[in-house]
């Protein structure tokens, strides 16, 4: 078995440094990898390209880093929820390309699988298409998209073993086992981390492959953006 | 009367088809789903990952790891499936997911959609509708006739960044339900009480009126 455990989130960052691209899993702020975000939020690195769908709130997630302008640019699809952001975006400071979402997961999936560009119907005649290549398939038109890859890929799961395997709950699966196969050393943190063995290999998401470094995370907040319920009859 | 934003849902619910998966966009499309009617099963999928979402959930039931993609707590229900994002949009751009219903800032008479961006102001970006509009079959938009300053959002041509081409099949306003056909939109229904010049008034676009309008059914 390859071992993919490491002590903590501090090891987990060795290596992290100004100017890289680093890709954050979730969706809003579900299923975000809230410990690497704190720390990586602390340290003396900046210029980062961050690839997420969301941004996070102007107090956390991805937000931590907006704030204290560490990021220099953003690819994103939709970025709303986040005052700071989009006054950094209009006043020019943060640079932001904004994809579509199915475009952005299938771009992090491609580089995953080896897959250098793709072509799709998202996005044709619009602003997005601009500069990239055209092609009829079926009668219909399609862009050409490029694979996306990452310096680091930051992911979280519900559960994982020793051997970095990871189960995914909810729908705070979303991007993390596609940004999981993109990153170059993907960093895989967790509720629960359990010994190799443990887990049903059937029950498996993301196997460990796609995986370079896990840990036990801790102090999870799970933030819920709206919180909707019904009321008992 | 116009319609409130519950009875354009209601209206747009009338068009749901039995043994089928329909995406909910956020805003007035969300609510389609407290409208189903008597007879028809449906499958809502939400493309942050979800087949099979349910009501809200009770409270004190919230789960942050159970979201739809406006971000708000759901539930799933008997049969529900979770996936992650490439799987959710291959279900969208494979056309497995049949209906979509979202929201517009405008709509052209040619079926253009623009819901995702105003230069200079809002630039919130595309989320999942350009995937969604650039392939579903079937694409009905959700929205009142007109903006807060009283202008058509019912276009010849639109004004804003679009979000996709001759994709719109059929508009759901508060006054009017419109198809969009090769020559333009087509005076499907009133809103009951309003009359067909009061709709025309409202529209920038032509209308292509063919005998009497019936009322909406609501």
């Known amino acids: ?233 | 009367m116009a319609l409130d934003k519950n009875q354009i849902a209601q209206r747009i619910a009338q068009e749901l088809e039995h043994n089928t998966y329909v995406n909910l966009g956020i805003g007035i499309p969300t609510l389609v789903a407290n409208y189903i009617p008597k007879g028809i099963d449906i499958e809502f999928q939400s493309e942050n990952g979800v087949l099979g979402m349910g009501p809200f959930p009770f409270e004190g039931d919230e789960d942050p790891d159970l979201i739809n993609a406006g971000k708000q707590t759901i539930t799933t229900l008997d049969g529900a499936a979770l996936f992650d994002s490439a799987t959710s949009f291959a279900m969208i751009r494979g056309q497995h997911v049949q209906l979509t219903v979202l929201g517009a800032m405008e709509v052209s008479e040619n079926g253009d959609i623009a819901n995702w961006k105003i230069p200079g102001k809002m630039v919130k970006g595309m989320g999942g509708a350009m995937d969604l509009v650039a392939s579903a079959d079937n694409i009905i938009v959700a929205m009142m006739h007109t903006n807060r300053s009283g202008e058509s959002k019912i276009l010849k041509q639109c004004t804003l960044p679009i979000t996709g081409i001759n994709c719109v099949k059929k508009v759901v306003t508060n006054l009017a339900v419109l198809e969009v056909t090769e020559k333009g939109f087509k005076l499907l229904e009133r809103a009951p009480g309003v009359s067909v010049d009061k709709i025309k008034n409202a529209t920038e676009a032509k209308l292509i009126i063919e005998g009497e309008v019936p009322e909406m059914n609501i």
């Not at chain 1, 991805?62 to 970025?79: A, D, E, N, T």
């Not at chain 1, 050409?144 to 310096?151: R, V």
């Not at chain 1, 994982?160 to 993390?176: P, Q």
């Open chain 1, 1 to 233: 078995m390859v071992k993919k455990i490491v002590e903590n989130v501090e090891h987990a960052l060795k290596g992290v440094e100004s100017n890289m691209t680093f890709m954050f899993g979730g969706f809003g702020l579900s299923g975000i990898p809230e410990n690497a975000i704190v720390s990586l939020s602390k340290k003396e690195i900046f210029g980062l390209t961050c690839i997420s769908n969301n941004a996070g709130v102007d107090d956390f997630g991805l937000g931590l880093l907006l704030k204290r302008k560490q990021v220099k640019k953003m690819i994103s699809s939709y970025v709303g929820e986040n005052a700071e952001f989009e006054r950094q975006m209009l006043s020019g400071e943060l640079e932001v390309d904004l994809i579509p979402q199915g475009s952005l997961a299938e771009r992090c999936r491609a580089a995953g699988a080896g897959i250098p560009a793709f072509f799709t119907p998202a996005g044709y005649g619009t602003e997005v298409a601009k500069g990239k290549e055209v092609r009829k398939y079926n009668g219909k038109p399609h862009i050409l998209e490029t694979a996306l890859t990452a310096d680091f890929a930051f992911v979280k799961a519900w559960k994982g073993d020793t051997a970095g395997n990871l189960i995914f709950k909810g729908t705070a699966r979303n991007f993390n086992p596609l940004m999981a196969m993109a990153g170059r050393i993907t960093v895989a943190e967790v509720e629960e981390l359990v010994p190799a063995g443990e887990l049903d290999p059937n029950q498996i998401h993301t196997p460990g492959i796609f995986v370079q470094r896990i840990f036990q995370g801790n102090k999870y907040e799970k933030r819920i953006e709206q919180r909707t319920v019904r009321t008992k009859k």
